[in-house]
């Protein structure tokens, strides 16, 4: 039988364009630092390491986990290297809660991280691509999400429309305002996303999420030593991961497979069958703002085609009855290797009452989502505030 686990540190550095003054090592340990403190515990209470991020090719050097994992303290512990593109960070978090539920070990630390201005990221995605299959319509993030969201508009037009997705990004960049680590913090109006330079459309410049330097960690123990640990730890309540095809013109990017079934996954393990009522806050893996709807929908927070019915009428506002992203979301930072790790932190502080001037009153079970690939993996993470 699986061991109970929960969040019991978390730690973040600050997001930026350029993050000159550490390399990635360094980057790294500001944040694991970070969650060991917060957690209370010396660096050596830590059996095992679990290390997400974006494919070598985003920093340019092979086997980042070789040097990673001393550079936290940690040599000589195991280490182990989780690399899903955009989940890396919560397949980190996700293999991390495997170890100590399987009674392997009883306090492990799971950190992620992404320094994409040691790179270039857009080639680094066409030369990701198979040579054969896909390299002929291998276009980078933006075109993708610009097909992907032209379908979704096209399927559900006219209940949904393009100033939806801007309603998205207007409300996500005000929430980023409450959050110090946040990359960009803007008010913005409807008017100027809408008026923003083209990139591929219907996605404009401020429907897009920044390229980051950064990292995140966090600190995973079992039942024992998590109640001694922190006052009111996350506990891991249901996890679901999904991959389909990496082949997109196999996927329904609108409405994708992988995402449903983690969400299926996450919500039977948790029992969870009504996750707008039993829920109480979402922080959803939206690097372009028309994702927060298609993802709401494949996660069953609304019906297919009523994502933009929930932004415009405010119930996911910060105040509204569902917030999601308090945060800013991945509008507002994404490191690419650390954000589904940053989704999983944000949605555990909530539960844990210690988001700061973001937090949400009563916030008893929140869910965390990431996705990544070509649209072919999903995660879903589920915390809660009591066993």
């Known amino acids: ?27 790294a340990r500001e944040a694991a630092s970070r969650a060991i ?32 994992g001393s550079a936290l303290g940690q040599a000589g512990r195991p280490v182990t290297r989780i690399q899903t593109g955009g989940t890396s960070g919560a397949g980190a978090t996700i293999a991390a809660f495997y ?33 054969f299959w896909d390299r002929g319509f291998s276009s980078g993030a933006a075109p993708l999400v610009g097909l992907q969201s032209c379908q979704y508009l096209a399927r559900h037009a006219p209940k949904v429309r393009e100033d939806h ?18 990359q960009l913090q803007m008010e913005i109006t409807v008017d100027d996303v809408m008026n923003s330079s083209p990139v591929a459309s219907p996605i404009k410049a401020l429907d897009c999420c920044p390229l980051s330097d950064g990292a ?21 309540a249901g996890l679901g991961a999904c991959s389909e095809s990496p082949y997109a013109p196999n996927i329904d990017m609108a409405y994708p497979e992988s995402c449903v079934r983690a969400a299926q996954l996450a919500y039977q393990m948790a029992w969870i069958y009504d996750p707008v009522r039993e829920l109480d806050v979402a922080e959803i893996f939206e690097a372009f703002s028309f994702q927060e709807l298609i993802w709401t929908e494949a996660l069953g927070l609304c019906n297919p085609g009523e994502g933009g019915r929930m932004v415009e009428s405010g119930v996911t506002a910060m105040e509204g009855e569902f917030p999601i992203n308090p945060s800013g979301g991945v509008l507002s930072a994404n490191p690419i290797g650390a954000s589904g790790m940053i989704r999983q932190i944000e949605a555990a502080m909530q539960v844990m009452g210690k988001a700061g001037a973001h937090q949400l009153p009563g916030v008893r079970k929140s869910l965390a989502h990431s996705w990544g690939g070509v649209v072919q993996f999903s995660t879903v993470t589920i915390f809660a505030g009591e066993l």
């Open 216 to 236: 995140a960690a966090l600190v995973i123990a079992e039942e024992r030593r998590a109640k001694k640990m922190a006052s009111r730890p996350a506990w891991f």
């Open 165 to 182: 997705g801007a309603m998205v990004a207007v409300k996500n960049r005000k929430n980023a305002m409450r959050n110090p680590y946040a």
């Open 99 to 131: 170890h100590v539920a399987s009674g392997l070990h009883d306090v492990v630390l799971a950190v992620s991280y992404e320094k994409l201005s040691d790179g270039i990221p857009s080639y680094s995605f066409s030369t990701l691509s198979d040579p």
């Open 37 to 68: 403190e917060d957690a209370g515990i010396d660096p050596r209470d830590i059996e095992a390491v679990v290390i997400g991020s974006g494919p070598e090719v985003f920093e340019g050097v092979n086997r980042p986990d070789l040097w990673v």
């Open 1 to 27: 039988m699986a061991r109970a686990a929960a969040v019991v540190g978390t730690g973040q550095t600050r997001y930026a364009n350029r993050r000159d003054d550490v390399n990635i090592p360094e980057l």
